[in-house]
């Protein structure tokens, strides 16, 4: 299917209004389709036919005009806002239920995910050193709008991300993030506030 679709999309993979990506627009229909109801898919929104998305026991709500382009994944319970994209590589896992969303992960407007990143919204139980690894807990992970993740990153279960901040590539985010916050290393600090560079131009 990746050297079809190569071949017919001339070894582009954002969406445009190319005929191969009105083409994705079937492949999603087809898509949510197998999946009833559990999978809500706007027409405006471009999902790859080489992305792998499956709600498992959840729901994956996409908002307008998103794009998941080759090579991502994302499964169980996940909700999208507007104007969302999601990169190459990129693997968002959400836990739970609709009517039990202990592990959603909830991603608002006009969020750009990078390339390889990972937002996976539970932890395996390792609270008892004998027993088997296995069972998840979930925790919820919540990205609030115009967020930009960057490359590499991964985001921890429990994590809020505040509204107008940017993840700088290779974080590791193990706690709440501040609106506006720009955040960096392993683990994830603020390096600075971007309403600081607007208030030295006015």
């Given at each position: 299917m990746s050297l079809v679709w190569n071949w017919i999309n001339r070894g582009g993979n954002q969406a445009d209004g190319s005929r191969a990506w009105r083409f994705t627009?079937?492949?999603?229909?087809?898509?949510?389709?197998?999946?009833?109801?559990?999978?809500?898919?706007?027409?405006?929104?471009?999902?790859?036919?080489?992305?792998?998305?499956?709600?498992?026991?959840g729901l994956i709500r996409f908002g307008e005009k998103c794009q998941v382009v080759t090579g991502a994944i994302i499964q169980g319970n996940v909700s999208f806002g507007d104007d969302c994209s999601v990169q190459s590589g990129t693997v968002i896992v959400g836990y739970g239920t609709p009517e039990n969303p202990v592990g959603q992960v909830r991603i608002g407007n006009h969020v750009r995910i990078a390339p390889f990143v990972q937002i996976i919204?539970?932890?395996?139980?390792?609270?008892?050193?004998?027993?088997p690894i296995g069972k998840v807990i979930g925790e919820p992970i919540t990205i609030e709008d115009n967020v930009w993740v960057g490359g590499r990153v991964v985001i921890t279960a429990g994590v809020t991300v505040g509204r107008n901040a940017v993840l700088a590539a290779g974080a590791v985010v193990t706690k709440d993030v501040p609106p506006y916050a720009i955040v960096g290393g392993v683990p994830a600090k603020v390096i600075r506030d971007r309403r600081a560079n607007l208030e030295k131009t006015l």
């Open positions: 627009s079937w492949c999603g229909r087809r898509m949510a389709l197998r999946h009833g109801d559990r999978i809500v898919l706007p027409a405006s929104t471009r999902v790859h036919p080489n992305a792998l998305v499956h709600p498992r026991k919204a539970g932890n395996h139980d390792i609270s008892d050193p004998e027993a």
